[in-house]
């Protein structure tokens, strides 16, 4: 390691929203401070349940972020359901999942097109990279139509759903929608591809490191499911899968010094959720066209370059959609039926997980005899990540800490992108200055 | 086929007068009959779906929470043009938007309408809160006429 130092702050204040901030200080070639800090986390709406039926929860929480609202909106209907008692259909569960695949191409497409592709064309941002590759980038908001309407026509609109009700939905698709969904799928399955070449073509910008770590996500026992919304929760790190209500003892959520956010832990100092610990547990599940797209990509079980978390999601986008294209026939042969459910309340104390688009998410509440929520708590991929953030910094700058200042800046600020944490969704408004 | 314009709310309402968009369009739905040409969207904080939202309008009006330094609950009428935008983004994270910049990213695209139209709504607070301060509260009936006389002209 040379004498260098050092000084890397990727600070961003601005009035409200929340950033990580990497320190990097490296003194004469002796490392003082290498820390992910992260200002803030969105566990303040867990009080603004309290109080609220059991039937306006999902819709609540459907605020919390606008990337995943389809992902907290199905988590709390879980939960509440557990809670509750109340099953569902499989109909119903197959319309659920449709819907929660939509989420996932949204969030996937959105994530590689604008967020990881400027990175690996060398470009500052997506609104260059428009003007330098127009096509691609066409191509990819033409897939985040596809996807909004598909959330839309299921969800009852793109963002914050409004068609999930415990024990139900409040609308279903028509066959005839269904059909016409299951065309676009199928036509987007080339763009799809396309994306994934144009995503290879530049493959050799993704920085090549490596840190073994621990993997969590949701797998099915006995299914030939991907997971994504069913399922318990499994670890590279152990054979058993733990039950869904028993997430604490997987999160062992703590304070960090440097964080107002808490961080998670379980077998090893830090696991990692979303894409990449899905496929480490599930890739022998995914789709052929999708384990196609994996291999294009020489990407394996057991890759722990967390930059291909980004690939992963490549892979994954092409597994919803020909799943979906799937589950779309088994719906219309078995023919929908306009279901009406009862419900009651009861009370009980419940947890739900599904796979959000960064990985797997919990919602556990409490409600009392008249269904109104007692307590809430939510613990977000981003914050079981934090931590696993924290150790690939630690590993990673000793590693490049030869490189121009510049490169180290941009593959930490990559490294941050690859998991895109969520630490400023709850509000996006407007600050501007009038110059006319 | 998309109507030729389309009204957006944008914000949180979880977040007291950040959510102000998204109260305005509930408002503004119960008018929709009135207004066949023009699709009202809670826009929530959807981000870049905007993008998509715009698309193919003639016309779009979005109406959001503003920092523009004036008293909290005044409301602006706003090109993109007569504004810079103040936020700076850190890139870490789908999750931040800047309305400004999706606009930009929009016309450099050939997919945005001919006419933007934008009501800034200067909040008195912005925090972990359900509804609206009496501030914005108390001046619905004030944006909600504003945006109609937009809509009718």
């Known amino acids: 390691m040379s004498n260098r130092t050092v000084n890397i702050n990727v600070?961003?204040?601005?009035?409200?929203?929340?950033?990580?901030?990497?320190?990097?200080?490296?003194?004469?070639?002796?490392?003082?401070?290498?820390?992910?800090?992260?200002?803030?986390?969105?566990?303040?709406?867990?009080?603004?349940?309290?109080?609220?039926?059991?039937?306006d929860i999902q819709t609540i929480v459907s605020r919390i972020c606008g990337i995943c609202s389809i992902s907290h909106s199905l988590a709390a209907t879980k939960a509440v359901e557990n809670a509750t008692g109340i099953q569902v259909s499989e109909q119903v569960d197959t319309i659920r999942l449709l819907m929660h695949y939509s989420e996932q191409l949204q969030s996937h497409v959105l994530h590689v097109g604008y967020l990881v592709a400027p990175d690996l064309f060398g470009l500052p941002s997506v609104v260059p990279l428009v003007a330098?590759?127009?096509?691609?980038?066409?191509?990819?908001?033409?897939?985040?139509?596809?996807?909004?309407?598909?959330?839309?026509?299921?969800?009852?609109?793109?963002?914050?759903?409004?068609?999930?009700?415990?024990?139900?939905?409040?609308?279903?698709?028509?066959?005839?929608?269904?059909?016409?969904?299951?065309?676009?799928?199928?036509?987007?399955?080339?763009?799809?591809?396309?994306?994934?070449?144009?995503?290879?073509?530049?493959?050799?910008?993704?920085?090549?490191?490596?840190?073994?770590?621990?993997?969590?996500?949701?797998?099915?026992?006995?299914?030939?499911?991907?997971?994504?919304?069913?399922?318990?929760?499994?670890?590279?790190?152990?054979?058993?899968?733990?039950?869904?209500?028993?997430?604490?003892?997987?999160?062992?959520?703590?304070?960090?010094?440097?964080?107002?956010?808490?961080?998670?832990?379980?077998?090893?100092?830090?696991?990692?959720?979303?894409?990449?610990?899905?496929?480490?547990?599930?890739?022998?599940?995914?789709?052929?066209?999708?384990?196609?797209?994996?291999?294009?990509?020489?990407?394996?079980?057991?890759?722990?370059?967390?930059?291909?978390?980004?690939?992963?999601?490549?892979?994954?986008?092409?597994?919803?959609?020909?799943?979906?294209?799937?589950?779309?026939?088994?719906?219309?042969?078995?023919?929908?039926?306009?279901?009406?459910?009862?419900?009651?309340?009861?009370?009980g104390k419940a947890s739900g997980a599904v796979e959000a688009p960064r990985g797997i998410l919990f919602h556990e509440y409490e409600f009392d005899r008249k269904g109104n929520c007692m307590s809430a708590d939510l613990c977000i991929p981003t914050t079981q990540n934090h931590a696993n953030i924290q150790k690939d910094i630690e590993k990673l700058v000793p590693e490049i800490l030869d490189e121009p200042e510049d490169k180290i800046r941009l593959k930490l600020e990559m490294l941050v992108r690859a998991y895109d944490p969520c630490v400023s969704c709850s509000t996006h408004m407007l600050d501007v200055k009038f110059v006319r | 086929m998309e109507k030729p314009v389309v009204v957006l709310g944008l914000g949180n309402p979880l977040m007291a007068d950040e959510g102000i968009g998204v109260y305005v369009v509930e408002r503004l739905l119960e008018s929709a009959a009135e207004y066949p040409a023009v699709e009202f969207v809670d826009a929530g904080t959807g981000g870049l779906s905007i993008l998509y939202q715009i698309e193919e309008r003639r016309k779009a009006v979005m109406i959001d929470c503003a920092f523009m330094d004036e008293p909290p609950g005044t409301i602006r009428r706003f090109t993109p043009e007569e504004v810079e935008s103040r936020k700076v983004l850190a890139h870490q994270s789908l999750h931040e938007a800047d309305l400004m910049r999706i606009i930009a990213m929009a016309r450099q695209l050939g997919q945005a309408p001919d006419e933007i139209v934008l009501f800034g709504i200067q909040p008195e607070r912005v925090e972990p809160q359900l509804g609206l301060t009496q501030t914005l509260m108390g001046r619905i009936d004030e944006y909600i006429s504003m945006i109609l006389h937009e809509l009718g002209t």
């Open chain 1, 11 to 55: 600070h961003h204040v601005t009035r409200i929203e929340g950033h990580g901030n990497i320190v990097v200080n490296v003194t004469n070639g002796k490392i003082e401070k290498l820390q992910w800090q992260v200002p803030e986390a969105p566990r303040f709406f867990e009080a603004m349940v309290r109080g609220r039926s059991y039937e």
């Open chain 1, 132 to 347: 330098a590759a127009p096509g691609p980038v066409k191509t990819i908001i033409g897939l985040h139509r596809l996807a909004n309407e598909w959330s839309a026509l299921l969800a009852g609109r793109i963002t914050h759903p409004v068609t999930l009700r415990p024990g139900g939905m409040t609308k279903i698709p028509t066959e005839k929608q269904l059909r016409e969904l299951q065309d676009r799928l199928k036509k987007c399955l080339p763009d799809l591809k396309a994306v994934a070449e144009v995503v290879l073509s530049v493959a050799g910008n993704i920085p090549k490191f490596d840190r073994p770590t621990e993997y969590v996500a949701l797998k099915e026992a006995n299914s030939s499911r991907y997971a994504f919304y069913h399922g318990e929760i499994a670890s590279t790190d152990q054979k058993d899968t733990v039950a869904i209500n028993d997430w604490k003892t997987v999160a062992n959520e703590y304070v960090s010094d440097q964080s107002t956010s808490k961080w998670a832990k379980w077998h090893r100092a830090s696991y990692a959720v979303g894409a990449l610990a899905r496929f480490n547990i599930n890739a022998d599940l995914l789709s052929p066209t999708a384990k196609a797209v994996a291999q294009m990509f020489a990407l394996k079980k057991g890759c722990c370059n967390p930059y291909f978390n980004s690939v992963a999601q490549i892979v994954e986008a092409v597994h919803v959609v020909e799943t979906s294209i799937e589950m779309i026939d088994k719906l219309l042969t078995k023919g929908l039926k306009q279901e009406t459910v009862a419900v009651s309340p009861k009370p």
